[in-house]
């Protein structure tokens, strides 16, 4: 069974950082690609973006040159260190993981929270 855990959230102020974590376990994250999503209230939950296989990154656009994925593969540990964080950063953050032959994600953590004041 694929469990994941994300952590690392909380209350930061405008332009400052928050690393978040998500620990797989049941599966390998080197094997599949990881995405973190985020979901704002009232809206939809949206790509933040994911690390593929091959290690290689993609980001949306409004988080692009200010977010980083990382990937720990000894720890089973995928992070996404947020920067120049904003206001509309604000939201639940999850990770999710996707099988090489899904195309879509198949398993999901739980979420945290991130809440980013002016």
């Known amino acids: 069974q694929v469990q994941l855990v994300e952590s690392g959230g909380g209350l930061v102020q405008t332009g400052g950082s928050l690393r978040l974590s998500c620990i797989v376990s049941g599966g390998t994250v080197r094997w599949n690609s990881v995405g973190w999503f985020r979901q704002a209230p009232g809206k939809d939950r949206a790509l933040v973006g994911t690390i593929m296989p091959s290690g290689g990154t993609y980001y949306a656009d409004s988080v692009k040159g200010r977010f980083t994925i990382s990937r720990d593969n000894a720890q089973n540990t995928v992070y996404l260190q947020m920067n120049s964080l904003k206001p509309e950063d604000t939201a639940v953050y999850y990770c999710?993981?996707?099988?090489?032959?899904?195309?879509?994600?198949?398993?999901w953590g739980q979420g945290t929270q991130v809440t980013v004041s002016s």
């Open positions: 999710a993981l996707r099988e090489p032959s899904s195309t879509g994600y198949n398993y």
